[in-house]
């Protein structure tokens, strides 16, 4: 097929469609036949909601079902305007959850990528009940969190909870953000720290110390879910 068609075919709300239910067919089949342990297995007693949910970008494919069939569960995740953040969001949508169209930028793209407009809906969303979900990494710079999360945790006045999830059964791949493609038939682990404030009036030196701890945080959340379903550290 020659490129323009490809690229038409690919852009085409009936191709993004069907690719989006697909994703979604194929992550409830990773959920359901996987045996789950959640850690800490009180999170969802405990969790002060409506909350900020952190992740890793490539970490993140398993996110639709953190949230429970619970009124206070209500979630909306940030996906970006990119044509695959299309099939993203469609999917998303598929397994219940609302979507934030926008992203951030660490090159003067911030306000063309829609992150001003998202901002301010996610803060709205908060403030109306809903979770909001979002990758934490600076755009291209995997592990490295950027101070938007903790922005948003600021102005809402929401907790952010680091939040990983891992199955022992994956694909990993050798991209900028490591993604690994979760895969059906083993053991998944979620896992969540605990809630992270950030002040109303913090200056630029207390944004950095709460960005420096949900990095840490998203960096031990992520390795312990990973220790979990690949059982290391067990007699």
Known sequence: MPMPQLKRLTHSPIFQGAVGAAAAWYLRLVWHSNSVTIEPADIYETVQLPAILAMWHGQ???????????????????????????????????????????????????????????????????KEGFNV????????????????????????????????????????LNNWDRSAVNLPFGRMAMVAGGPIFVARDADDAGLEAARQRVENELNRVTQRAYDIVDRRGQP
């Open 60 to 126: 993140h494919f398993m996110a639709p079902f953190i949230k429970r069939d619970d009124p206070r569960h209500r979630t909306k995740v940030l996906v970006s305007r990119h044509r695959d953040g299309e099939v993203n969001a469609r999917a998303a949508e598929r397994l219940g959850v609302g979507t934030i169209r926008g992203s951030g930028a660490h090159n003067g793209e911030f306000h063309r990528k829609g992150g001003a407009v998202a901002f301010t809906e996610m803060v709205d969303a908060l």
């Open 133 to 172: 979900a979002l990758t934490a990494d600076v755009p291209k710079v995997a592990r490295v969190a950027g101070l938007g999360v903790v922005k948003l945790a600021q102005h809402s006045g929401r907790p952010i909870y680091a939040v990983a999830s891992a199955t022992s059964r994956r694909i990993e």
